[in-house]
Each structure stands twice: as C-alpha cells, then as structure tokens.
C-alpha cells in the first residue's frame, strides 16, 4: 500500500485567524515538538511508500516529496501527482526518484517513464509488474489530521469517507490503476469531487471527531499544535 499526504495549500484561513505568524501548516509542533506532518506520516509507516505533496518541508529521509504541476494548482492536481507517482513506482519494477528531491510532476513523468522503460526484463515480466501495479492500494490523505491513526485504521478497503453524512473527498482509498485513470484530464483548480464520482467508491462512514482536522487557529489550540518553535523553518505561504 502506498500513502499520498497532500499538503500543498496556501493555509489562509489558520494564518488569517492565527495571533501572531505561524510556520506553514504541517510544521506546527505541539509541545512534544512532534510536528503536524509527523502525526500523519507515522500513521502511515506500514505503507511501502510515503509521499507528500507540499512545497518544500523537511521530512524524513523515506518519504518522497514532489510538487504538483504548477505548483498551487490545488489539491485535485496534488492528487493526481501522487497517484502518478505511487503507481509508477511499483510499475514494472521501477523505483522513484530519490526521495527528498523536490519534483515537478512533469519532471516526474519523464522519470519514470525512463526507470520504468530500463526496468522491464521482458515484455511479458513488464505486462505483468504493470498489472501488479495497478493492483496496488493507495490512501490519500490531508496533511492536516488531528488522529491522522484512526483514520488510516478505518481505511481497510476501498472507500471514500463520509463523517456524520459529510463526505470527506481528501480521505479515501483506492487501487492505484483506478486512481490514476480518475486523473486523467486537466485537474489544475479542479474540484476534487471531480475525482471521487470517477472513482464511484463506496462510502466508509467515521465520526466527524476521527477526521477533525486542523484548519484554523482554534483548531490548533484544541489538539494542541500551538508550540512556536519551527526547527529553523521560516514561516511562509504554504501549508
């Protein structure tokens, strides 16, 4: 299973209701100094690949970070960037480009295509391993959870959430073939949605305190990701 974070937004509303300035979004610290991207990406450590679709952040040396193409395009086309890359990576054996390199989805494509192209033994292996490919889960998740676990825990199978009869199109799981066929098309300011009826998912029902997220300043004083030490990361536009 592979994991998409999309953590590419502007934050306004949390800058905009926030005191003082703060780091981007999934650089807030709670007092542990455990960050808010951190949260998600250790709910997804059992996940073969970590992918985080952001500006630039600092993230472990495991997760791959790229940007959407062009960068702010929203999340529709941060989802389809991840998509592309999760399901290339296993595609034919091919792996991704170093994680931590900051990727275009352009970039991305052209990439992969060569690893992928230099990785097929045969056409039949090649056939195969696509298949394969194809076949793989992936979850896709906003970088901003407040119980980034329970969510990740309720996704067993194929489903896009809905909490208390809201759906949430930032939190679902699907197989990679299927994802990256919802994306084809321009996605750039897309609405998500667009994605999720391609999809046709059926629903996986959660309470809205499981997929709370932190979207303003007094979500973060309430889950407690209001500490202002940012690890030398100056704030900025994005997050």
Request: aromatic share 2%.
């Amino acid at each position: 299973m592979f994991a998409v974070i999309v953590a590419g937004g502007t934050g306004e509303r949390l800058r905009a209701s926030a005191p003082a300035p703060v780091p981007v979004k999934p650089l807030l610290e709670d007092a542990t100094g455990r960050r808010l991207i951190d949260r998600v990406l250790d709910a997804c450590t059992s996940c073969r690949g970590r992918i985080v679709v952001s500006g630039p952040v600092p993230l472990p040396a495991d997760v791959t970070l790229l940007r959407e193409d062009p960068p702010l395009a929203g999340p529709a086309a941060g989802i389809a960037a991840g998509g592309a890359c999760s399901g290339s990576r296993v595609s034919g054996g091919a792996h991704l480009p170093p994680p931590q390199q900051q990727l275009s989805a352009y970039f991305l494509r052209a990439s992969l295509g060569r690893y992928a192209r230099s990785a097929r033994l045969s056409a039949v292996t090649g056939r195969a391993a696509d298949d394969a490919g194809l076949r793989v889960p992936l979850i896709v998740l906003p970088a901003d959870l407040a119980r980034p676990e329970a969510v990740v825990a309720g996704l067993t199978g194929p489903g896009v959430v809905s909490a208390d009869g809201h759906l949430q199109p930032l939190i679902f799981r699907a197989p990679a073939g299927q994802l990256r066929a919802a994306c084809s098309g321009n996605l750039v300011d897309a609405p998500v949605m667009r994605i999720i009826r391609a999809l046709d998912l059926p629903v996986i029902r959660m309470s809205a305190a499981t997929v709370a997220d932190v979207d303003t300043w007094e979500d973060a004083l309430e889950h407690g990701f209001t500490h202002r030490r940012t690890r030398g990361h100056t704030p900025g536009k994005e997050g």
